[in-house]
């Protein structure tokens, strides 16, 4: 009888560890986003200080910077790779077409972690990739021109903190 009411205090234990590892971790991703977001476009209040400043140092880091390269780098490329089925968002091949220099350029620069970049850089290369209102995706209407005029903005970033 001790045996089993040890198991189930056991049992409730470790769903209470659970639980707060599960809810931390939607915690932490929810205020990585906020950080994020408020990087990219600083309105209104921001998240606290330390979270900002944790959230730069993440940004910033070489692991994630070369990331980030990655994934533009596999973007400009998307255009020349055959088309199967698929659950992700559809890529607006058009757009992406026509700025793949813009691309390759912003991937160089992030992944080039000999020089400093600011956060603000990173997140607005990081929301091109994870945003699916992105004008990479084709989520309404297909516009290279917004795409272009995002990229722009990001390398003007990226190329500043040089």
């Known amino acids: 009888m001790v045996r089993n009411e040890l198991q189930t205090a056991a049992l409730y234990a ?3 560890v659970l639980a707060w590892v599960l809810w931390t971790s939607i915690v932490t991703h929810r205020r990585r986003g906020q ?11 921001g998240p606290g200080s330390d979270v900002l400043a944790r959230r730069s140092r ?33 890529v607006d091949t058009a757009a992406v077409h026509s700025c793949a220099g813009l691309l390759t350029r912003a991937a ?4 080039d ?7 603000r850089a990173v997140a607005l290369a990081q929301e091109l ?19 272009e005029e995002r990229l722009r903005q990001t390398l003007f970033e990226l190329e500043r903190s040089l």
């Open 14 to 16: 470790l769903t209470g």
């Open 35 to 45: 950080a994020d977001a408020w990087l990219a476009h600083p309105a209104g209040e």
């Open 58 to 90: 993440q940004l910033v880091a070489a692991h994630h910077r070369r990331m980030v390269g990655a994934s533009l780098r596999l973007l400009a490329e998307e255009p020349a790779r055959p088309r199967g089925r698929s659950a992700r968002v559809p």
């Open 108 to 111: 160089g620069a992030l992944e």
């Open 113 to 119: 972690v000999s020089r400093p970049v600011s956060p």
């Open 129 to 147: 990739i994870t945003d699916p209102g992105s004008p990479v995706y084709l989520c309404t209407t297909p516009s290279p021109a917004a795409l």
